[in-house]
């Protein structure tokens, strides 16, 4: 069963703000979006920065409330109707890890208190004494020590920050983690600290990952099935060792060449330069896209690419697939 279901949602930004606001720039920073995650499944979200990503999460535990679209918990409760105490609840089911432990903990708070601060107003608080052995327990999980609790988050390293976050958001025993560029703040040897810690917990608790992530590569390595993004869009969707073996759309593919050691832009040069193409920022659209999202950055558009809009289709032969290979293209 699907834990938690995106159906077809879309939030767009204001870029204007106060008077300017009538002329009614907007950011298209998700557009359409649909997908679901199963129970135990680990979920992947990639692109480049400013695909939408974040606001896509965002919009599954509604920090932001979407302009069209709904989101679905276990296939029933519609999240998006759900009123204070429902939405404090499912919250307390779907917790949300932030990219940058540093500035997503209270300087002032003990990290004993930096755990229970929203378990406390929880329906399950167990008092004071059960929750501090929880605390103790789970700082274990994480790899910290329990004495750690007394301690303050600035007395911590980056990657020991990151483990008080998920300690934080594994108190209150949720059935959904959504991580968000979790490992992309610390250094490289301590990314793979923390992916392993994800691993370990992932393998001991029934729990479900929204993993967001810019490295395909790593989330091909953490993910059972992946979404790729790009302009608000899902351009490809299909198991990591699918995606791994045959991706099929440009997109996909030029993400994977940038991971061996080059930023996607450069990546977009080398392959633009060999068809006659320059452009390589990403940028999120302003206005509704008529054609490909990806049509200015693709070697492969033509002419019927910047006018045509093409769907996400499922490829032949997996229509019978409970999880089919999805792609966004027409050349494919
Ligand atoms: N609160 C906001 N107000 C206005 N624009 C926003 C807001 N949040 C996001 N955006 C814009 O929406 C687009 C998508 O942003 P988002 O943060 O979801 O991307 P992302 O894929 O998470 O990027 P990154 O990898 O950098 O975290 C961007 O163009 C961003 O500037
Ligand atoms: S539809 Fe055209 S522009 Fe878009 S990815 Fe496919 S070939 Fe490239
Ligand atoms: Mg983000």
């Given at each position: 069963m699907?834990?938690?279901?995106?159906?077809?949602?879309?939030?767009?930004?204001?870029?204007?703000?106060?008077?300017?606001?009538?002329?009614?720039?907007?950011?298209?920073?998700?557009?359409?979006?649909?997908?679901?995650?199963?129970?135990?499944?680990?979920?992947?979200?990639v692109?480049?920065?400013?695909?939408?990503?974040?606001?896509?999460?965002?919009?599954?535990?509604?920090?932001?409330?979407?302009?069209?679209?709904?989101?679905?918990?276990?296939?029933?409760?519609?999240?998006?109707?759900?009123?204070?105490?429902?939405?404090?609840?499912?919250?307390?089911?779907?917790?949300?890890?932030?990219?940058?432990p540093?500035?997503?903990?209270?300087?002032r708070?003990t990290?004993?208190?930096?755990?229970?601060?929203?378990?406390?107003?929880?329906?399950?608080?167990?008092?004071?004494?059960?929750?501090?052995?929880?605390?103790?327990?789970?700082?274990?999980?994480?790899?910290?020590?329990?004495?750690?609790?007394?301690?303050?988050?600035?007395?911590?390293?980056g990657?020991?920050?990151?483990?008080?976050?998920?300690?934080?958001?594994?108190?209150?025993?949720?059935?959904?983690?959504?991580?968000?560029?979790?490992?992309?703040?610390?250094?490289?040897?301590?990314?793979?600290?923390?992916?392993?810690?994800?691993?370990?917990i992932?393998?001991?608790?029934?729990?479900?990952?929204?993993?967001?992530?810019?490295?395909?590569?790593?989330?091909?390595?953490?993910?059972?099935?992946?979404?790729?993004?790009?302009?608000?869009?899902?351009?490809?969707?299909?198991?990591?060792?699918?995606?791994?073996?045959?991706a099929?759309?440009?997109?996909?593919?030029?993400?994977?060449?940038?991971?061996?050691?080059?930023?996607?832009?450069?990546?977009?040069?080398?392959?633009?330069?060999?068809k006659?193409?320059?452009?390589?920022?990403?940028?999120?659209?302003?206005?509704?896209?008529?054609?490909c999202?990806?049509?200015?950055?693709?070697?492969?558009?033509?002419?019927?690419?910047?006018?045509?809009?093409?769907?996400?289709?499922?490829?032949?032969?997996?229509?019978?697939?409970?999880?089919?290979?999805?792609?966004?293209?027409?050349?494919v």
């Amino acid at each position: 069963m699907a834990i938690i279901q995106a159906v077809n949602l879309k939030k767009k930004f204001n870029l204007e703000a106060g008077f300017f606001a009538r002329f009614g720039r907007f950011v298209y920073a998700v557009n359409d979006v649909s997908f679901s995650i199963e129970e135990n499944e680990t979920y992947g979200l990639v692109g480049e920065s400013g695909c939408g990503k974040t606001t896509t999460a965002r919009l599954l535990v509604r920090m932001y409330e979407p302009d069209e679209g709904s989101v679905l918990f276990h296939d029933r409760e519609n999240v998006l109707t759900l009123k204070r105490k429902g939405l404090r609840q499912y919250r307390e089911k779907v917790k949300y890890i932030f990219q940058d432990p540093a500035r997503s903990l209270n300087p002032r708070m003990t990290v004993y208190e930096v755990l229970v601060s929203g378990y406390r107003w929880s329906s399950r608080w167990p008092g004071e004494q059960k929750a501090r052995a929880e605390a103790a327990s789970i700082m274990e999980e994480v790899g910290m020590a329990p004495s750690d609790l007394e301690r303050r988050p600035a007395e911590f390293s980056g990657g020991q920050r990151q483990r008080i976050s998920i300690a934080r958001g594994l108190i209150m025993q949720p059935s959904l983690l959504i991580c968000d560029e979790v490992v992309s703040a610390l250094d490289v040897s301590i990314q793979g600290q923390i992916l392993n810690l994800l691993l370990d917990i992932r393998g001991r608790r029934n729990l479900s990952f929204l993993f967001i992530a810019h490295d395909l590569k790593v989330a091909c390595y953490f993910c059972d099935r992946i979404g790729v993004m790009y302009r608000g869009e899902l351009m490809e969707e299909a198991s990591a060792a699918d995606l791994y073996e045959k991706a099929l759309h440009p997109y996909t593919k030029l993400l994977f060449s940038s991971v061996a050691g080059k930023t996607p832009a450069v990546a977009q040069n080398e392959m633009n330069k060999e068809k006659g193409f320059f452009q390589s920022e990403v940028k999120t659209p302003v206005t509704e896209l008529a054609g490909c999202a990806f049509a200015e950055r693709c070697p492969l558009a033509d002419e019927g690419c910047f006018s045509g809009h093409p769907e996400l289709r499922i490829l032949p032969g997996e229509e019978n697939k409970k999880h089919p290979h999805k792609v966004r293209c027409f050349k494919v």
